[in-house]
């Protein structure tokens, strides 16, 4: 079985500063992808970031990026240059061979002007 | 760019009515889920759909529940008999390839 856990609920941030979301999964499998998604008050599921779990270089997209320690388990993403529009529940999940995604419980992340 | 619709945004029926949420995936993909999140909890899966087949199903998608993909295009999930319980957020998603999943806005489903 595959699980996520994501255990901070909720985090504050100043606008323009940077912040990080912390994830940890478990998984038997050996190929497998890692996500997140976020979530505004529209309810709509976005894709922030995806990273393969037989790449070893952390994926990075524009202020979003990912700090990924497979030995560990652990999936992180940080926010560079907080923006208002950040402004979110944030998931971690996780995909294996099966394809279905494993969610974690999410993070609500506000930022502050 | 393409995008996965999701009809109706807001559905709201009696406990024990039958309800149908419709999907439209993008059109080059094959395989098809269906998600529900209830409010302020995580999102689960249902189901996933592959070559007009259930390849998985959790211990969610019971007899209640149904999918089809009727004209290639639609992609469905119905439930015969609706209880309160399931009030919830449903996304359909769709993905070419077993990677990414690309999800649609959601169907709020609210049983009174």
């Known amino acids: 079985a595959q699980t996520v856990t994501q255990s901070q609920p909720e985090m504050s941030v100043q606008e323009a500063e940077t912040v990080t979301l912390s994830c940890t999964y478990d998984?038997?499998?050996?190929?497998?992808?890692l996500f997140w998604y976020k979530q505004p008050p529209s309810r709509q599921m976005i894709l922030v970031i995806r990273?393969?779990?037989?790449?070893?270089q952390n994926a990075t997209e524009n202020r979003f990026s990912v700090n990924f320690q497979k030995a560990a388990k652990s999936f992180s993403l940080k926010i560079s240059d907080s923006q208002l529009g950040d402004t979110a529940m944030y998931f971690c999940a996780l995909s294996g061979a099966n394809s279905k995604l494993t969610f974690g419980k999410g993070i609500t992340l506000s930022v502050r002007p | 760019e393409p995008e996965v619709t999701q009809t109706p945004s807001h559905q709201v029926t009696q406990m024990g009515q039958e309800v149908i949420l419709r999907c439209v995936p993008i059109s080059n993909h094959l395989y098809f889920y269906w998600y529900r999140q209830i409010l302020g909890q995580k999102v689960e899966f249902l189901v996933s759909?592959?070559?007009?087949?259930?390849?998985?199903k959790s211990e969610i998608f019971d007899d209640q529940f149904s999918v089809e993909r009727p004209d290639g295009s639609n992609f469905t999930l119905k439930i015969r008999s609706t209880k309160l319980e399931d009030s919830a957020m449903y996304f359909c998603?769709?993905?070419?390839?077993?990677?990414?999943?690309?999800f649609g806005p959601g169907t709020r489903l609210t049983v009174t």
């Open positions: 990273q393969e779990a037989y790449k070893q």
């Open positions: 998603a769709s993905t070419p390839s077993l990677y990414e999943q690309y």
């Open positions: 998984t038997s499998e050996n190929n497998y992808y």
């Open positions: 759909f592959y070559n007009n087949e259930i390849s998985e």
